[in-house]
């Protein structure tokens, strides 16, 4: 189960690769930024930047718990009213080049991923994140993908190029 | 891959039960209590309770991060000295009937587990205690099972069961 979907950024054609693993029940993904490692671990640990572009477009995104160092927690809303979506997890470790996390959506409250990101320095400002996304069953990794979650990953990474191109990371 | 073995405490003969899942890299591990619910909670979340079970006799336990709540941090020194042992995670999930952590031992700081228990009530003042530890590879689950852990898991449920019969939970 493959989902390539490709993007326009500026000039750059940037593609997010999303692909269920074949042996255990876990979702990888990598996806190429023009950004340091150092502005991708920013992008992801400071509050008000992780805020502007996570998320599918259009869609309002509250932080209501953000503790981003090892052993600390986060939390968030997106959306509002009646048609909001919470999630939550902690942070197990907060480094340089990698950040290790428990991910709920509140939605399906028992349900638990465990999401490792490393951010592989690719050279002249370069950066390839890889986020691996670990299930504890075959069926929740396979309906997680089947639940259109490219979309806003899509739409939310495209957010994150506009910003490092902006200089705003 | 499965290891069964048998403590006697008191006039009751209890029994753990490990076992490698046949189709996800994870480890599953049942073990009944003459406790409730209610007493496995506090002995998983009282810090001073679980620094006199957990591990394998005779080994100094030091809790050096105690914050046993969702969202919260763990962390502990087992031995002291050259012959000291790290753990550390975070607290995803804590409630009454489960608690959902992530766990690392400090020799191998880029593994992770996520661990699930759950607390089934058995009735008559009984518990079985589910454990689920989720494994990021096949590979480094069978390391695990291979690494002797099932002695400091027996040792450490035995002092459980010993506490509980001295009414100390």
Same mark, same amino acid.
């Given at each position: 189960? !493959?989902?390539?979907?490709?993007? @326009?950024? *500026?000039?750059?054609?940037? $593609? /997010?690769?999303?692909?269920? +693993?074949?042996?255990?029940?876990?979702?990888?993904?990598?996806?190429?930024?023009?950004?340091?490692?150092?502005?991708?671990?920013?992008?992801?640990?400071?509050?008000?930047?992780?805020?502007?572009?996570?998320?599918?477009?259009?869609?309002?995104?509250?932080? !209501?718990?953000?503790?981003?160092? @090892?052993? *600390?927690?986060?939390?968030? $809303? /997106?959306?509002?009213?009646? +048609?909001?979506?919470?999630?939550?997890?902690?942070?197990?470790?907060?480094?340089?080049?990698?950040?290790?996390?428990?991910?709920?959506?509140?939605?399906?409250?028992?349900?638990?991923?465990?999401?490792?990101?490393?951010?592989?320095?690719?050279?002249?400002?370069?950066?390839?994140?890889?986020?691996?996304?670990?299930?504890?069953?075959?069926?929740?990794?396979?309906?997680?993908?089947?639940?259109?979650?490219?979309?806003?990953?899509?739409?939310?990474?495209?957010?994150?190029?506009?910003?490092?191109?902006?200089?705003?990371?």
């Amino acid at each position: 189960m !493959t989902s390539t979907s490709t993007v @326009t950024t *500026g000039e750059r054609i940037t $593609t /997010a690769r999303i692909e269920a +693993d074949p042996s255990i029940p876990a979702i990888r993904m990598t996806r190429d930024f023009a950004a340091t490692p150092e502005q991708l671990f920013r992008a992801h640990t400071d509050q008000d930047l992780f805020a502007r572009w996570v998320g599918p477009d259009g869609m309002d995104m509250q932080i !209501t718990d953000w503790d981003a160092r @090892t052993g *600390g927690s986060w939390a968030y $809303t /997106a959306g509002s009213g009646e +048609d909001s979506y919470g999630f939550h997890g902690c942070f197990h470790e907060v480094r340089n080049d990698r950040i290790v996390q428990t991910f709920t959506f509140d939605g399906e409250p028992d349900g638990v991923a465990l999401e490792t990101l490393t951010f592989e320095d690719l050279g002249d400002g370069r950066t390839r994140l890889h986020a691996l996304s670990l299930c504890d069953s075959f069926e929740g990794r396979d309906a997680w993908l089947r639940s259109g979650m490219e979309v806003g990953v899509n739409e939310g990474y495209a957010k994150l190029d506009s910003l490092l191109a902006d200089g705003a990371v």
